[in-house]
């Protein structure tokens, strides 16, 4: 009949018309979830920051040419803010520094006795998070490194061994808030001292079970920036 004909052909052409809408759909939502994850990264937030220590910050972002959002959010993350922070493994202050570790940055940046002092406790953080940048070029492996040495985190690159699951996660956490920061010119690499080649600068956490601290629990996303710091006239001496 006629009338069912036509029927037929309305309802084919309305099934044609839904599958090719949910095709669209399906396509269009993983690069939906790509953009957002990109809005998110670049519309994070800002760390919490203190205006006891923002000038020191601001210091340390001139001198070694860090962007001074990553200076707050590594600060962050390791201490909270606080500048007694001491862990039970002797990390020390803002930047949660290791004694020894102190002892180097202290001696070359001229930074005093005190690993306690705010304005050398930042400029010593931030002068370790620019050597590992510069040894690196990738964001992550660079927080590997602050987080659990740069001897770990050749092993990791070189797919010897795996990370602590608490690397693992200030990686997942700070890596793309670092990531968005800043997207200006890098400065020429430069190589930090040999001594540094297999220290570390903080100690593990407390806590993690031996299985977790020494597992292979997955990869973290790795991720490069070539072209992140400021390039500045006037190098350090």
């Known amino acids: 009949m006629p009338g069912m004909g036509h029927r037929s052909r309305s309802a084919a052409a309305h099934k044609r ?17 790509a953009a957002g994850a990109e809005s ?17 910050v601001a210091e340390a972002a001139r001198r070694f040419a860090v962007p ?3 200076i707050w959010r590594v600060m962050h993350a390791e201490s909270g803010g606080n500048p007694r922070a001491q862990s039970s493994a002797g ?18 940046h001229g930074l005093g006795p005190d690993p306690f002092d705010t304005r050398a406790n930042i400029l010593a953080g931030t002068a370790y998070l620019r050597a590992m940048w510069d040894r690196y070029r ?13 001897g770990r985190a050749d092993a990791y690159a070189a797919g010897r061994r795996g990370l602590p699951a608490e690397t693992r996660a200030y990686v997942a956490r700070l ?12 400065p020429a690499s430069r190589k930090e001292p040999p001594s540094w080649r297999d220290g570390s600068l903080f100690a593990a956490r407390p806590g993690l079970p031996p299985q977790a601290a020494d597992g292979e629990e997955g990869p973290v996303a790795l991720v490069s920036l070539p072209s992140l710091f400021i390039q500045l006239s006037r190098r350090e001496p």
Not at 40 to 56: F, G, V
Not at 91 to 103: D, E, F, R, S, V
């Open 17 to 33: 018309r839904i599958t090719a809408a949910c095709a669209l759909a399906i396509a269009v939502h993983p690069m939906l979830g």
């Open 91 to 108: 990390a020390m202050g803002l930047m949660q520094i290791m004694p020894a570790t102190w002892a180097m940055l202290s001696a070359r």
């Open 40 to 56: 998110r990264d670049r519309h994070a937030p800002a760390a919490p920051r203190h205006a006891a220590q923002a000038a020191h």
């Open 175 to 186: 890596a793309p808030l670092l990531r968005g920061a800043t997207d200006k010119s890098a």
């Open 138 to 150: 990738n964001i992550s492996l660079m927080l590997i490194a602050y987080n659990a040495g740069p």
């Open 68 to 70: 001074e959002d990553w």
